[in-house]
């Protein structure tokens, strides 16, 4: 593989990997039958990938998925031919909307707990690295830091009490702008 290709690569699966749910969840709300939902992910995502270089960088990736994935719905639909519930474009364009408020509330979310998290004391943020980026279970934290089981189980419950206040502080003030 060419450098110029890894990159194509490298940056396609960043963007599909950062998006993959929206679409998938998107694509279930269409097609409400797993399996299926499933297969169309994959077919969603061998279209996206062969089409990556008619993506524009900076664009919306999930409404960009979410389109191929709409037609791979309707592409599935036709070579069923049963029983599957199809939905009219009105009703296509409201899963759409809905599904965008819900993202941008979840960026909006995710982006208050990134600025809390920077907010966090030193020994805060290490605890909450060992347990979210390294993914160590709670005994392995506590045996990591040199503090009982039951005080790390107790610097947990404060430090996650103290970024649910920071977060819900932060969506108000943008609610109120």
Same mark, same amino acid.
């Given at each position: 593989?060419?450098?110029?290709?890894?990159?194509?690569?490298?940056?396609?699966?960043?963007?599909?990997? #950062?998006?993959?749910?929206?679409?998938?969840?998107? /694509?279930?709300?269409?097609?409400?039958?797993?399996?299926?939902?499933?297969?169309?992910?994959?077919?969603?995502?061998?279209?996206?990938? %062969? =089409?990556?270089?008619?993506?524009? #960088?900076?664009?919306?990736?999930?409404?960009?998925?979410?389109?191929?994935?709409?037609?791979?719905?309707?592409?599935?639909?036709?070579?069923?031919?049963?029983?599957?519930?199809?939905?009219?474009?009105?009703?296509?364009?409201?899963? /759409?909307?809905?599904? $965008?408020?819900?993202? $941008? =509330?979840?960026?909006?979310?995710?982006?208050?707990?990134?600025?809390?998290?920077?907010?966090?004391?030193?020994?805060?943020?290490?605890?909450?690295?060992?347990?979210?980026?390294?993914?160590?279970?709670?005994?392995?934290?506590?045996? %990591?830091?040199? %503090?009982?089981?039951?005080?790390?189980?107790?610097?947990?419950?404060?430090?996650?009490?103290?970024?649910? =206040?920071?977060?819900?502080?932060?969506?108000?003030?943008?609610?109120?702008?």
């Amino acid at each position: 593989m060419t450098e110029s290709n890894e990159y194509r690569y490298e940056s396609f699966l960043k963007l599909y990997r #950062a998006n993959e749910k929206h679409i998938f969840r998107f /694509i279930l709300a269409l097609l409400p039958n797993y399996s299926a939902a499933e297969d169309v992910m994959q077919d969603t995502m061998l279209v996206m990938w %062969k =089409k990556f270089d008619q993506y524009e #960088a900076g664009t919306n990736f999930a409404a960009w998925g979410m389109q191929i994935g709409r037609f791979a719905v309707m592409q599935f639909q036709r070579k069923v031919q049963s029983g599957i519930v199809c939905f009219d474009s009105n009703a296509l364009e409201k899963i /759409i909307e809905h599904e $965008e408020v819900l993202r $941008e =509330k979840e960026d909006a979310y995710s982006e208050a707990l990134e600025e809390c998290v920077k907010h966090l004391k030193e020994k805060s943020k290490r605890i909450i690295s060992l347990r979210y980026v390294d993914n160590m279970k709670i005994v392995d934290i506590a045996l %990591k830091i040199e %503090k009982t089981l039951n005080s790390t189980y107790q610097a947990m419950s404060r430090i996650h009490q103290s970024l649910l =206040k920071c977060v819900m502080q932060r969506l108000r003030q943008e609610e109120t702008l």
